[in-house]
């Protein structure tokens, strides 16, 4: 059963700051991790996609990599804004079955 | 990409009564997935809803408590049946397009 862990729980950093949010799992066969940002009382926005046979996507300030052999992915962020305060969802699908398991997220802060 | 709509978008419901939420998607799709996310936490998946076939339930739920209707490729309910106050959480719903999840903007439901 894949399991997905995401670390740290809660991260609160100065505006400004670069940072990275980690995402391990269990499981390495064919999956897709998908990275989506939470906004209190909202829904899930997808960030960043990286498919089972990529290492990096980037966008605009975000960059995330996947390490299959080891299981694990980061979401970099560079130049922190107090708008980039939410939590951070790092999801793991099964391409085959199509479902997501979720790690826990991570809530981040950004201080003005 | 995929819009997905759901309905209600919240509720506040008594205990003991039923709740059937809408999911409505612009694409045909095979598999429809709901999750269940709880105050405070991470999403969990519910089930996989297969158009023309009984819905998957994972561990811990069962289809008495969560009856899934498929009834074509764009449109899927997820009653919550006989509620209680455990049930209070955010109902989501997504599907694969491609290699990404997208998801519905959740259904708030509050049981008092």
């Known amino acids: 059963k894949q399991e997905v862990t995401q670390i740290p729980a809660a991260l609160s950093v100065p505006e400004g700051e670069n940072l990275v949010l980690n995402c391990s799992f269990t499981d390495s066969a064919i999956y897709n991790l998908q990275w989506f940002r939470q906004d209190p009382g909202k829904g899930l926005t997808s960030l960043l996609l990286i498919q089972s046979s990529q290492r990096e996507q980037t966008s605009g300030r975000l960059n995330a990599s996947l390490d299959k052999s080891s299981g694990r992915s980061t979401l970099y962020i560079a130049a922190s804004q107090p708008g980039d305060s939410a939590t951070y969802l790092c999801a793991v699908t099964d391409t085959n079955a199509g479902k997501s398991t979720f790690g826990d997220g991570t809530t981040l802060t950004v201080k003005p | 990409s995929a819009v997905i709509s759901q309905k209600p978008s919240r509720d506040i419901c008594q205990r003991g009564t039923s709740l059937t939420i809408q999911c409505q998607v612009d694409?045909?799709?095979?598999?429809m997935f709901w999750y269940r996310q709880q105050p405070g936490q991470s999403l969990t998946l519910i089930a996989t809803a297969n158009q023309g076939s009984e819905a998957t339930y994972e561990s811990g739920f069962v289809i008495d408590k969560f009856p899934i209707s498929r009834p074509n490729l764009t449109f899927s309910t997820l009653t919550v049946s006989n509620m209680s106050p455990e049930d209070s959480s955010i109902y989501l719903c997504?599907?694969?397009?491609?290699?990404?999840?997208?998801f519905g903007p959740g259904t708030r439901l509050t049981v008092t």
């Open positions: 694409s045909q799709v095979t598999m």
């Open positions: 997504s599907v694969g397009l491609g290699w990404e999840q997208y």
